[in-house]
């Protein structure tokens, strides 16, 4: 299994991620999707942490990437005002 450094771990989750996008149905709009980086496997759920269990059981030595399909961002993070 090939390790990466962080930027190529994440250029490589991107790629893969902008090779499926074209696949996903419209139905899987805001589903996260988590793709093993060395096999190109992947799962996709509402629920990350489904999608993750799902891919594990079958990588379990997966180097996951997530995504939200059609979205720029996998999460939000939102500064807190009083």
Known sequence: MRR?????FARRGDALY??????????????FVLIDIDSGDYEVDADEIAASDRLLIRRPNA???????????ARRIVARTN
Do not use: C, M, N
């Open 4 to 8: 990466y450094d962080k930027e190529g």
């Open 18 to 31: 902008e090779q499926l996008a074209p696949t996903f149905a419209v139905s899987d709009q805001g589903k």
């Open 63 to 73: 180097q996951t990437w997530l995504a939200r399909i059609g979205a720029r961002h």
